[in-house]
């Protein structure tokens, strides 16, 4: 049995899209983490070594969103999966990507992805 840590509505401003305009001007993404981990080390030890520092996988996800454009959502998903996966103390990663500012013609309130990933299937 894993832990979970979330960090949820991280705002990113990037260029994914199939459209011109989108890679053009730009978007918002949201992005949504819930990350299995055992936190009992870091309680035992009340040392931030001894975790995943959320402070920093913040960072590498607003890094992974918002570097070279691509069309799909489903890539930039991905990418932010196995950003997670990195820090090999994460057992799996649930990741929403949010496109709340999508281009289609009619009244919506999101456009979202989520995807788990497992260490050992993050390229699956």
């Known amino acids: 049995m894993t832990d979970e840590l979330a960090v949820t509505g991280i705002e990113c401003w990037a260029h994914h899209g199939v459209f011109d305009f989108e ?8 992005v949504d983490l ?7 080390a870091a309680a035992a030890s009340d040392d931030l ?3 995943v520092n959320y402070g920093s996988l913040v960072a590498d996800v607003k ?7 691509v069309d799909l959502i489903e890539t930039v998903v991905q990418r932010i999966a196995d950003s997670c996966l990195t820090d ?3 057992e799996w990663a649930r990741v929403t990507l949010h496109k709340p500012d999508a281009p289609i013609d ?6 979202a992805l989520t995807i788990t990933r497992t ?4 390229h699956d």
């Open 23 to 30: 890679k053009r001007e730009g978007q918002t993404f949201v």
């Open 119 to 122: 260490r050992g299937n993050a």
């Open 63 to 69: 890094a992974a969103v918002e570097r070279d454009p």
């Open 88 to 90: 090999s103390r994460v």
């Open 49 to 51: 070594a001894d975790t």
């Open 34 to 40: 819930v990350l299995g981990l055992d936190t009992r």
């Open 106 to 111: 009619a009244t919506f309130s999101d456009v």
